[in-house]
């Protein structure tokens, strides 16, 4: 059943229960109450599209029927379901003004014409107030539901703009870990073919192609795990995270790219370091051989690990000629370290030896 078929049978049923109300009480109705009646009944259908324009139909009418001493008691219904539509669209105020102003004038018309006594008069005032009752819960109702769905579509924003940014974190960590990896592996392939070029050992030669094959399969599989959480979103690597266990193997592949290379471990870790702090202290170590390696070329890296009370220092240090040092201005490689320090709530220092070369230096809490 359409709302418009709808409309019209609750109109036709107002009209005939008034209809029917009047031949009890006051006998068949005439022609002139039956036309009032239907101006009275008829502005229910328009109530949604105009309120306001039907209910000052329908309150005109009702007033002019009152004014011929015809019963209102019939109508009442049909006129309160169009004050309803009045207070459930307008302010507040103004429906409830509207409202009152029509029981007021109501109710001297009434006790003018004697159709009502004052007991009747206070009745009449109880369906308007029943009428706006009804309407504020319904804008209550209304309220909440508006409320509800606000709060949801901000949730969904919130939500929408929290995996943005973790999208963006995991973007800026993939690009550290290419930059980690790739900078790494491709400083070790450039190092050991320089060399290759100028020997003549076969044997030699064969051992520097086996370092380049290594490193060039590093950096493979870091392209391929970056690509793979690009595209996928998440991919497991065929290998585990980095850890310091791993320290040996970067200091022998570095020797064997020409870097003199040696490491320290001091002290006893309390607590355990966890894997996200070891693959920390990895990267740093391994970015700062990376840089020694392009800024000074076969010269003394030291690299110390120290274990304090809670905490873990890791310096990084080269004896490379003052002049031979980076310049302060961090570059990427820097900022990586300097994030990844930050990350656990640590703290990165990079700069310039004042005898000349360069160290690193991170603490790094256990």
């Known amino acids: 059943m359409t709302r418009r078929w709808a409309e019209a049978l609750l109109v036709l049923g107002l009209f005939l229960a008034a209809v029917l109300a009047f031949s ?7 022609m002139l109450a039956l036309v009032l009646t239907a101006v009275v ?3 229910v259908a328009a109530r949604r599209r105009w309120p306001v324009a039907a209910f000052a139909v329908s309150f005109a009418a009702l007033v002019i029927h009152i004014g011929f001493g015809y019963p209102h008691a019939p109508l009442l219904p049909a006129l309160i379901v169009v004050l309803y539509a009045v207070l459930a669209s ?5 429906g409830i003004a509207i409202a009152i102003a029509s ?3 109501l109710s001297a018309v009434a006790l003018a014409s004697g159709v009502l006594g004052p007991v009747e008069v206070l009745t009449s005032f109880g369906w308007i107030g029943l009428a706006i009752a009804a309407a504020e819960m319904v804008k209550a109702r209304r309220f909440a539901a508006d409320a509800a769905e606000d709060r949801a579509q901000r949730a969904e924003q919130l939500a929408e703009e929290e995996a943005a940014r973790r999208a963006a974190e995991e973007r800026v960590v993939i690009a550290r870990e290419l930059h ?3 900078a790494h592996s491709i400083t070790v392939i450039g190092a050991q073919a320089a060399v290759a070029r100028h020997l003549d050992e076969p044997e030699s030669t064969t051992a520097a192609i086996a370092v380049i094959d290594d490193a060039a399969r590093d950096a493979m599989e870091g392209l391929r795990i970056a690509i793979g959480v690009l595209r996928n979103g ?3 690597p065929l290998a585990p995270a980095p850890t310091l266990e791993d320290l040996e ?3 022998d592949r570095a020797g064997v790219a020409g870097q003199q290379v040696t490491a320290t471990v001091s002290g006893r870790p309390d607590p355990k370091p966890s894997p996200v702090l070891e693959l920390c202290a990895f990267r740093i170590v391994q970015e700062s051989l990376t840089n020694a390696a392009k800024h000074a070329p076969n010269r003394h890296v030291a690299v110390d690990i120290a274990y ?3 905490l873990m220092r890791v310096r990084v240090t080269n004896d490379g000629h003052a002049e031979a040092a980076p310049s302060i201005r961090p570059g990427h490689g820097i900022n990586g370290m300097t994030e990844r320090a930050r990350a656990i709530g640590g703290t990165l220092s990079a700069g310039p030896r004042a005898g000349g070369g360069f160290e690193v230096q991170a603490e790094l809490p256990l």
């Open 24 to 30: 009890v009480e006051e006998g068949p109705p005439s």
């Open 103 to 105: 029981g007021g004038v």
């Open 90 to 94: 307008t302010p507040r105020v103004t």
């Open 180 to 182: 980690d990896v790739l």
């Open 249 to 251: 193997t970067l200091v």
């Open 234 to 236: 998440e991919v497991e």
């Open 41 to 43: 009944v008829a502005p």
């Open 308 to 310: 304090l009370p809670r």
